[in-house]
């Protein structure tokens, strides 16, 4: 049998009317950028995580140096940052012109409070969590510490979509939230789109004007802005996703319900899921001591498993600059050299998923 990582097609072809339908109003309707559609997902998105505010924008990198630009974070600063997470998150504060500070990753992939405050200076800014996977981090503690030394929460949501802590939505505890709509993240565009949520009036019209040429009023250009909108026609798609959030996270959790059950192997170490939380499974990622073995193992038996992430941020080469030896983050290096996540997503067929398990409960 062959076992794909993720088809996005099957979500597509689930609900293709709805889609087709959404993208043909767009094409005829004339207007393509900054329109009715964006304000319609922005209204529906907000309104999801009882926020005040919502802006669509290009990409999820863009949400997040765009909250930062918003806070005023810039030369000079630094932002807290666990170093397991994929290269978007410190590059978008790279790219902002401040310094990420790694930290390393707890039992459950997320960031390691306990490491926050040694990392924090008379420079530190701001703390980007990332949900990772699409399991919330120890939020309570994080804002805790982060109203103790006045620090900005800036969550990193793009694998998170709809995930609780405690009862209460993944974006909805820090200053801002930052989410990416690329096509596989549990609330999928069909190209490129994310999106910032916030509650305070001033960081919004920061943001409203940043992603617009810093201009308010059309050829009046009040701050250095950028362009970075999520057009008509990816606001129209994800409006359609979003409309089957819950059905997409529920899908994804029986699957994760039923590798939880079925994988036996003294090998394989399943995830820990964190208590009081709802995860919804981005990822489902184990962890075995011989895992490019395994990986191959599954690979000879048609199961295309992936690795998130091979090389954690303060190892990559683009960080190297910052000269964070090995062994420096114990683990997150280890997931980096353990994980792999199993395939998992909306449509996928209840035989290729108890064919991974007999594979996997045959590796030896
Ligand atoms: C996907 C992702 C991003 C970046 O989103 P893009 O839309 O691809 O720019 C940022 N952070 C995390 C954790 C992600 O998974």
């Not at 040694?118 to 699409?134: D, E, F």
């Not at 503690?141 to 620090?151: P, R, S, V, Y």
């Not at 990622?285 to 395994?294: G, I, K, S």
Request: net charge negative; aromatic share 10%.
């Amino acid at each position: 049998m062959n076992v794909p990582f993720c088809v996005l097609g099957r979500q597509f072809e689930k609900y293709k009317d709805e889609y087709e339908a959404a993208a043909l109003r767009v094409l005829r309707s004339g207007w393509y950028v900054l329109g009715k559609e964006l304000q319609n997902f922005e209204q529906a998105f907000a309104q999801f995580h009882s926020a005040n505010h919502c802006f669509g924008v290009g990409n999820g990198l863009d949400a997040l140096r765009l909250s930062l630009m918003a806070f005023g974070i810039g030369v000079g600063d630094e932002v807290i940052v666990q170093t397991n997470t994929y290269i978007a998150t410190a590059l978008a504060v790279s790219q902002c012109g401040a310094t990420p500070v790694f930290v390393d990753a707890d039992k459950y992939f997320c960031i390691d409070n306990d490491k926050i405050e040694p990392a924090i200076t008379p420079h530190t800014k701001a703390i980007i969590p990332v949900h990772l996977y699409g399991q919330p981090c120890d939020m309570e503690k994080i804002i805790k510490i982060a109203k103790k030394h006045n620090l900005y929460v800036i969550e990193d949501c793009a694998q998170a979509h709809g995930a609780r802590y405690k009862g209460k939505l993944a974006g909805t505890f820090g200053d801002a939230a930052c989410f990416s709509f690329y096509p596989t993240k549990p609330v999928g565009a069909l190209g490129d789109a994310g999106a910032i949520i916030v509650n305070d009036h001033t960081a919004a019209e920061k943001i409203s004007m940043l992603r617009n040429y810093g201009s308010k009023i059309k050829y009046r250009h009040e701050i250095l802005g950028m362009n970075s909108r999520m057009d008509e026609i990816q606001a129209a798609l994800t409006s359609v996703s979003l409309a089957h959030i819950a059905e997409g996270n529920n899908e994804r959790a029986a699957i994760a319900n039923r590798y939880i059950r079925g994988i036996k192997n003294p090998k394989i170490k399943l995830p820990n899921v964190r208590p009081y939380c709802d995860h919804v499974w981005h990822v489902f990622a184990v962890l075995c001591d011989e895992r490019d073995r395994l990986y191959a193992f599954l690979e000879s038996n048609g199961i295309h498993a992936q690795i998130h992430y091979p090389i954690p941020c303060h190892l990559s080469e683009c960080y190297s600059d910052l000269g964070i030896k090995k062994g420096a983050m114990p683990h997150s290096e280890m997931y980096a050299n353990r994980e792999l996540s199993l395939p998992i997503y909306v449509g996928m067929p209840n035989e290729e998923i108890d064919y991974v398990i007999d594979i996997i409960n045959r590796f030896e």
